[in-house]
Nanobody, 123 residues
Framework: VQLVESGGGLVQAGGSLRLSCAASGRTFSSYAMGWFRQAPGKEREFVAA????????YYVDSVKGRFTISRDNAKNTVYLQMNSLKPEDTAVYYC?????????????????WGQGTQVTVSS
């Protein structure tokens, strides 16, 4: 399984970015997917997750109302729409595939990871 993120970049505070994560393989639709981020000097943290069907979604409190996770199982792709970006959102963003179809927030339950994409929000 390979996960490839794209869509990161430099944006001013208040701006928007849309991250994409394309997955290889034919079992994408069977697994929950998640987005995580890691800022310099900090641990990797959970951002958002979506169940295999897209019916269940969960966000960390700090991004609720600003970020939207979605998936297109026909395209083997998961997205993270990020609006009203803040400087504290600056980090490397990673997508990951969970070990089951049920969403979760624990890093340990995700067994495939992308290489990450840098998001920088200037003030």
């Amino acid at each position: 399984v390979q996960l490839v993120e794209s869509g990161g970049g430099l944006v001013q505070a208040g701006g928007s970015l849309r991250l994409s994560c394309a997955a290889s393989g034919r079992t994408f639709s069977s697994y929950a997917m998640g987005w995580f981020r890691q800022a310099p000097g900090k641990e990797r943290e959970f951002v958002a997750a979506i169940s295999w069907s897209g019916d269940s979604i969960y966000y960390v409190d700090s991004v609720k109302g600003r970020f939207t996770i979605s998936r297109d199982n026909a395209k083997n792709t998961v997205y993270l729409q990020m609006n009203s970006l803040k400087p504290e959102d600056t980090a490397v963003y990673y997508c990951a595939r969970k070990n089951t179809g049920v969403l979760g927030i624990s890093l340990a339950s995700y067994n495939y990871w992308g290489q990450g994409t840098q998001v920088t929000v200037s003030s």
